[in-house]
């Protein structure tokens, strides 16, 4: 069963640093972009970046482009989101989620992490 | 940047009733990229449909996604007890950036 596990909930405070994880199993890592999508708290989706990690081409949301910096480590099947300086509006929970395969699913999310919350307070 | 429209906010429903969601695109969208994902409370979004009308694994044949162009519908023909949520439509356009609708929650 394909998945992807994501770390668990995380508390910090503003101006801290912050790395969280996604582990997939059971595809081929570098055959599958893999995408973040933050919710805030009683709000909707918004897609933030995707890397490939194949060859760790990424692309960005403007909206997000310089506030994260999205990664992966081939060798554990691991896609990463990372900040340098938190803000309170950083508060949310993220998902990792996988581009679909070529195709018809390609634009589409077809497996999804579990989520992780951050909560940014001084 | 493409901007999704849902409509209604909410839709009040029974169980066994037929459920008929709204997706409205600010631009033309091509019908390989729409999709419908559903999120239960205190969970991850799940595929139901892409490319506007293909079935997701696993997902049941009372869901429908139909629409060309700037309209796009989501329709659950009975609705069952995990069917009461949050639906989002989603779009794909070659930036490359995807979208989300700002959702539709389906209440008994």
């Known amino acids: 069963e394909v998945q992807l596990v994501q770390s668990g909930a995380e508390v910090k405070k503003p101006g801290e640093s912050l790395n969280i994880s996604c582990k997939t199993s059971s595809y081929t890592f570098t055959d599958h972009w893999i995408g973040w999508v933050r919710q805030m708290p009683g709000k909707g989706l918004e897609w933030m970046g995707i890397i490939y990690p194949g060859d760790s081409d990424t692309r960005y949301n403007p909206s997000f482009q310089g506030q994260v910096t999205i990664s992966a480590d081939k060798s554990i099947s691991t896609a990463y989101l990372q900040w340098t300086s938190l803000k309170a509006s950083d508060t949310a929970i993220y998902y990792c989620?996988?581009?679909?395969?070529?195709?018809?699913?390609?634009?589409?999310?077809?497996?999804w992490g579990q989520g992780t919350l951050v909560t940014v307070s001084s | 940047e493409i901007v999704l429209t849902q409509s209604p906010g909410t839709l009040s429903l029974s169980p066994g009733e037929r459920a008929t969601l709204s997706c409205r695109a600010s631009q033309n969208v091509d019908s390989n990229y729409l999709a419908w994902y559903r999120q239960k409370p205190g969970q991850a979004p799940r595929l139901l449909i892409y490319?506007?009308?293909s079935r997701a694994t696993g997902i049941p044949d009372r869901f429908s996604g139909g629409g060309s162009g700037t309209d796009f519908t989501l329709t659950i023909s009975r609705l069952e007890p995990e069917d009461f949520a949050m639906y989002y439509c989603?779009?794909?356009?070659?930036?490359?950036?995807?979208?989300f609708g700002q959702g539709t929650m389906v209440e008994f």
């Open positions: 989603q779009q794909y356009d070659r930036s490359p950036r995807w979208t």
């Open positions: 989620a996988r581009r679909g395969s070529y195709g018809l699913s390609f634009n589409s999310f077809d497996i």
């Open positions: 490319a506007t009308s």
